[in-house]
């Protein structure tokens, strides 16, 4: 593409929007009397910004650690992902291998992490890992489960936070079978806000390419809207909770 | 016929071939679709889960309402400060290594789009769910410049291998019953018939493996642009988008303008909201944020990723503050779950991308009021879409702006008559009482006349029965 083109195209757009704006449309029809008034200050000096309303009208995230972590743990249930707990990584090792065993598993995906490293190392089967030389995507393809550390995990949702950074790339929670992901206790989270708010300092100046809230195995509904799990991601979703 | 019959019998309008046709074919076609009882039934049965889920999810909000106020606030406040906002998300996706084109109309896209995949020498594409592409009809443009394109997402692979567009834009193909898909699957990809959901739903996701694995460039369209980090936002429960973005080494998003948040906190309040209205889930299944290429150290994902923004008459919109809130849309498709005229029209009767109450108040600024007026009309103006739209677009209002905007560019010369005769004979009591007289003597009539206006709006209605004496002789009699 040559550049001029574009350069006006992008100059031609931006005019018609700096010329729409030039007349302001009212603040939209709100419930409350308190929006409206945040509102009427004009769209770039909100006084109150839409997530300090929104906060407590959201689902509950829970208070303390044990409310999050009993709502973590029922959210993913909700939404059909396994949830195994065990008291520490070698709880967690034997965990994995024992379903690793119990299903027969051939070949497991994993990525360089201080989580993760335990926990195929008491794995029988052959693994792959990803992220020391480029991989081979038929390989991954053919890959039983793919096990991934996190970066959080939010009450809120169910939600599971992984990045292309810290969890192995992009594909590794992806395109495997089965996703296994390791969550300490710590990494708890109550809301979707929480999380992003991680997103937004824990990566500031390093974005990684790719930043992902999974929430339970990949499912659709396309058929007559009936539910079926497993479309094109992972068919399961297994979390192991440590700590 | 049969539940949810083919939609070859029903003759779906795709896109009116002559513009000026749209509003004869949107009549032929509701006027088929609404004697098809067991289309409706299906469609609706396939909706009752939907209203169960949403209610349940929407329960688990502490105040759905305030928070409908929080996301259209979010949404008024990122579009009301696109010209600050667009460039601020350019300027930071750039930064993280991405590249942005920008595109007047759908023509100028699908250039961009072809001359990105003549530069990547691009073999196999695979294309995640993007109604954004549908509204420039990239797919047509592609096959015709000899590339093959699969669509990834199950409901979009149905509708590709049928050979017609979405009939819902968030539930492509919601009217197409099971065995319907089975013998599609049986013609195209040669497997044998079932009629489990899930057995259909793993025959499309062992064809497609091979497809992403083998792909050299994906595209995908985007949910939200935050300007905050210059990422975009992609909400889908397949995981075909995550596959369509993570192996091919290129990357294009298609993206209107006024998809922009200003920060990620607009997501915390907008994705749950999308999940909820959209498809009655807590959250959608992957909700993904892409900064830009692979970047140092990461050990996948594309080498180039490309934004390609379009306006295509976005910005008329966007100039019209009565309506500018429907730029709002977060294309969550609620507002088609609730419409009595979809439900009973079907998807495919409008002859749009974007179908339903939305599609009707913005098709008109997409594609000229002067043709598309008709979905105005395309209401019961009952308001059930302004109530269940997430962020508060005034919909079934802009139906009445619209229809009153083309009143005032091309009156209707027979209205206009109508409504001075009337005015006329009302406003001369001794007129008004010999025409009430006449009338009430000749109203049966009516129905037996094939008078133009009236008539058409008498063929599916009964007249009620005159009355023996007019409302001012009764009144005076009572006293």
């Not at chain 1, 890992?129 to 949702?157: H, M, P, W, Y």
């Not at chain 2, 000229?368 to 105005?376: Q, V």
Request: a neutral charge; aromatic letters at 6%.
């Amino acid at each position: 593409m040559s550049p001029p083109a574009s350069t006006s195209a992008r100059d031609t757009i931006l005019a018609r929007i700096r010329e729409a704006l030039r007349v302001p449309a009212p603040p939209p029809h709100m419930a409350s009397q308190a929006a409206g008034a945040t509102a009427a200050s004009g769209p770039g000096s909100l006084t109150v910004l839409p997530l300090e309303m929104a906060r407590p009208w959201l689902p509950d995230g829970g208070e303390t650690p044990a409310e999050q972590l009993a709502l973590l743990t029922d959210n993913l249930a909700k939404l059909r992902a396994e949830v195994h707990r065990a008291a520490d990584l070698t709880g967690a090792a034997e965990i994995v291998a024992g379903i690793a065993r119990d299903r027969g598993w051939r070949r497991v995906a994993w990525h360089g992490h201080p989580a993760v490293e335990p926990v195929v190392a008491a794995l029988d089967c052959e693994t792959l890992r990803v992220d020391d030389n480029a991989f081979d995507k038929n390989a991954l393809e053919s890959c039983d489960a793919g096990i991934t550390a996190c970066d959080a995990a939010i009450a809120q949702t169910g939600s599971i936070l992984v990045s292309s950074g810290t969890c192995g790339g992009r594909a590794l929670s992806i395109l495997p079978h089965v996703h296994i992901v390791l969550v300490s206790l710590d990494q708890i989270v109550a809301t979707l806000s929480d999380a992003l708010e991680l997103v937004r300092t824990g990566y500031a100046g390093r974005m990684p390419s790719m930043v992902s809230f999974i929430t339970g195995p990949s499912r659709t509904g396309d058929i007559e809207r009936i539910l079926v799990l497993g479309a094109h991601g992972p068919k399961e979703l297994l979390v192991i909770l440590v700590g | 016929m049969k539940p949810g019959s083919p939609a070859a019998a029903l003759h779906p309008v795709h896109e009116a071939e002559d513009p000026h046709l749209a509003k004869q074919k949107f009549l032929d076609d509701a006027a088929e679709h609404v004697r098809d009882t067991g289309h409706r039934a299906f469609v609706r049965k396939a909706l009752g889960g939907y209203y169960t889920n949403r209610d349940t999810q929407q329960a688990r909000y502490r105040d759905w309402e305030q928070a409908r106020d929080a996301a259209s606030l979010a949404k008024w406040s990122a579009v009301n400060r696109l010209d600050e906002l667009l460039p601020k998300f350019v300027a930071a996706f750039e930064a993280n290594g991405g590249q942005v084109h920008w595109a007047r109309n759908a023509d100028e896209a699908r250039t961009i789009i072809l001359e990105l995949l003549r530069g990547a020498k691009a073999k196999a594409i695979i294309k995640s769910k993007c109604m954004t592409s549908e509204e420039i009809h990239l797919n047509a443009a592609l096959e015709d410049d000899g590339y093959g394109v699969v669509e990834s997402d199950l409901g979009e692979f149905i509708q590709q291998l049928r050979g017609e567009p979405p009939y819902h834009f968030v539930f492509p193909c919601m009217h197409v019953r099971r065995d319907e898909i089975s013998d599609l699957f049986g013609r195209h990809l040669g497997t044998p018939p079932t009629d489990s959901p899930e057995e259909l739903t793993m025959i499309a996701r062992r064809h497609m493996r091979r497809l992403y694995v083998d792909a050299d460039v994906g595209i995908t369209g985007a949910n939200f642009l935050v300007a905050e980090t210059g990422q975009i936002s992609i909400t889908e429960n397949e995981g075909n988008a995550r596959l369509t973005a993570a192996l091919p080494r290129m990357h294009i998003a298609i993206s209107g303008i006024e998809k922009v948040v200003a920060n990620l906190d607009d997501l915390a309040v907008l994705l749950p909201m999308l999940a909820t209205a959209g498809a009655g889930q807590p959250m959608t299944c992957y909700n993904t944020l892409y900064a830009g290429p692979r970047q140092p150290g990461e050990c996948d994902g594309p080498e180039e990723m490309h934004v390609v923004l379009l306006d295509n008459a976005r910005t008329a919109i966007l100039a019209d503050p009565e309506q500018r809130d429907s730029l709002h849309c977060i294309r969550c498709g609620a507002c088609l779950n609730v419409c009595p005229i979809f439900k009973n029209v079907g998807g495919f009767t409008y002859g749009t991308t974007y179908q339903g109450p939305i599609g009707s108040v913005i098709t008109p600024h997409l594609r000229g009021l002067a043709d598309w007026n008709h979905l105005s009309g395309a209401s019961s103006l009952c308001g059930a879409c302004t109530d269940a739209c997430p962020v508060r677009i005034d919909i079934h209002h802009h139906l009445l702006h619209n229809r009153r905007n083309a009143a005032k560019t091309a009156p209707n010369r027979l209205e206009r008559l109508g409504h001075k005769l009337f005015a006329a004979v009302a406003s001369r009591p001794w007129l008004f009482a010999t025409g009430g007289a006449v009338f009430r003597k000749t109203l049966w009539l009516l129905k037996k006349l094939r008078l133009p206006l009236l008539g058409d709006w008498l063929a599916t209605r009964d007249l009620p029965a005159a009355p023996a004496a007019s409302f001012r002789s009764q009144w005076r009699a009572r006293k």
